[in-house]
């Protein structure tokens, strides 16, 4: 559960306890005993005091809440997605992959995964500085984003290389998806930037291991740029 919407629960359910509190504080202070008069007693003589602490306390204590739980998960967000393009960054994509090694070895199901590489992307930052470069990069991301299957989880892994893991999805199939992120990434004609994009599965690689299965998809995205670029290969 999100932090912006745990903390502020917390925070209400124990901000409930503040008229408890200062009930126990009167009877403290007025060397009261906790008898059921003298409690519904001070109740009538302070109703409003008492009403004030049970309505108004829980009401600021879940904003307080929301904003530190926002706050939250702002922080563990930008420790895991990249800020251009929102995708998530090297280090989260390493870990889901994992976890989808995983549970395809459990279920015995294919896993693919696609290296996808901005083409030329120095000489787009050569002719149109960082500002085209950055344009580039968010074009290849909205491309790749609209391309994939809601199942299918996307990252981007590099300075111009992004990833795509394709749960239960075979080499071939994996390069039917890098065919249609290709075509995508190329809607705008030559205006807009190319990619290359290498293709791997469980089957190209020595070891069920993330290193071994990027390695995979790494030699096949260097062959892809090797034979011209704008193009897919599989490992």
Not at 99 to 121: C, H, K
């Amino acid at each position: 559960m999100r932090r912006s919407i745990r903390y502020p629960a917390v925070g209400a359910f124990l901000a409930m306890g503040a008229p408890a509190g200062l009930l126990l504080l009167h009877a403290l202070t007025r060397g009261a005993g906790p008898i059921a008069s003298w409690v519904a007693h001070e109740l009538r003589s302070g109703a409003a005091d008492y009403a004030y602490l049970a309505l108004a306390t829980p009401v600021v204590f879940a904003i307080l809440g929301l904003i530190l739980g926002r706050r939250e998960d702002g922080l563990e967000a930008s420790a895991l997605t990249d800020p251009l393009t929102g995708l998530w960054n090297r280090r989260q994509t390493l870990a889901r992959l994992r976890d989808e090694l995983s549970r395809a070895a459990r279920y015995e199901q294919p896993l693919s995964l696609l290296f996808i590489d901005v083409d030329r992307l120095k000489q787009i930052n050569d002719r149109g500085g960082h500002g085209a470069g950055d344009a580039a990069l968010r074009k290849v991301a909205e491309a790749t984003r609209s391309s994939v299957r809601t199942t299918d989880l996307i990252a981007r892994y590099g300075g111009d290389e992004f990833a795509v893991i394709a749960p239960n999805t075979t080499a071939d199939d994996g390069v039917v998806l890098a065919e249609r992120i290709r075509n995508a990434v190329k809607s705008d004609g030559d205006a807009g930037p190319t990619v290359s994009i290498g293709v791997a599965d469980l089957k190209d690689a020595p070891a069920l291991e993330a290193t071994e299965l990027c390695l995979a998809a790494d030699r096949a995205l260097y062959r892809a740029k090797a034979q011209g670029r704008d193009r897919v290969a599989r490992a």
